[in-house]
């Protein structure tokens, strides 16, 4: 049983900075991948980010590529999500998702296993 809780989310105008923090517990934290999505109103939860259990890969959505950093501290049971230039179509719901099971993809909700509460992003233009 692996329980993720994040935090980090708030209001920012556009062109700024926020970080989100997705806190794990339960088992091997190292063991698995760690992904971000985020979801709007109306609309389908879409891949962000993701980064390898070792923290060598990471793959981000086109959307967000040189904007956002993921990246994980796994003494901390924490990944991060640096987002940068933040631009109103940011705006969503952040979702951390842990996929427990070795070669699942990353890029698609189905697979992850566990899922956070959300924390919600707002960017103001």
């Known amino acids: 049983q692996v329980q993720l809780v994040e935090s980090g989310g708030g209001l920012v105008q556009a062109g700024g900075s926020l970080r989100l923090s997705c806190v794990a517990s339960?088992?091997?934290?190292?063991?698995?991948?760690m992904g971000w999505f985020r979801q709007s109103p109306g609309q389908e939860r879409e891949f962000v980010s993701a980064?390898?259990?070792?923290?060598?890969?990471?793959y981000y959505a086109d959307s967000v590529k040189g904007r956002f950093t993921i990246s994980r501290d796994n003494a901390k049971k924490t990944v991060l999500l640096q987002m940068n230039s933040l631009k109103p179509e940011d705006t969503a719901v952040y979702y951390c998702?842990?996929?427990?099971?070795?070669?699942?993809?990353?890029?698609?909700?189905?697979?992850?296993?566990?899922w956070g509460q959300g924390t919600q992003v707002t960017v103001s233009s």
């Open positions: 998702g842990a996929a427990t099971v070795a070669g699942t993809p990353l890029k698609s909700r189905s697979g992850y296993d566990y």
């Open positions: 339960g088992r091997t934290f190292s063991r698995y991948a």
């Open positions: 980064i390898s259990g070792s923290g060598v890969l990471t």
